[in-house]
Nanobody, 124 residues
Framework: QVQLVESGGGSVQAGGSLRLSCVAS????????WGWFRQAPGKEREGVAS????????YYGNSVKGRFTISQDNAKNTLYLQMNSLTLEDTAMYYC?????????????????WGQGTQVTVSS
């Protein structure tokens, strides 16, 4: 019933940009936390950025502050991640996730709903 679908991933050279989108459907509530997480092979899933649907405050992982921007369009049930100044370390599978409890804004273990992911590959 609840579904999150990511898009916008691809291959890009270092220093380039990508814009990811996540469309949510099936939620019976309007207030929840949602955000972006990423995971590279052999590494833990990392919180990238998050936001609360009914608020404007944004939260970022230290490694992406100043480079990535999270935003939402509630009318379209869509979450975005603008990724600028990409580096090789940004290469990962990026996931959109949602948590109605908002336990930990960047804590992957507390998010209940996940998309299938979209791959971002950065080359030198």
């Amino acid at each position: 019933q609840v579904q999150l679908v990511e898009s916008g991933g691809g291959s890009v050279q270092a220093g380039g940009s990508l814009r990811l989108s996540c469309v949510a459907s099936g939620f019976t509530y309007s207030r929840y936390c949602w955000g972006w997480f990423r995971q590279a092979p052999g590494k833990e899933r990392e919180g990238v950025a998050s936001i609360i649907t009914t608020r404007s405050g944004t939260y970022y992982g230290n490694s992406v502050k100043g480079r990535f921007t999270i935003s939402q369009d509630n009318a379209k049930n869509t979450l975005y991640l603008q990724m600028n100044s990409l580096t090789l370390e940004d290469t990962a599978m990026y996931y959109c996730a949602a948590d109605p409890g908002c336990v930990r804004l960047l804590g992957a273990g507390d998010y209940n709903y996940w998309g299938q992911g979209t791959q971002v590959t950065v080359s030198s």
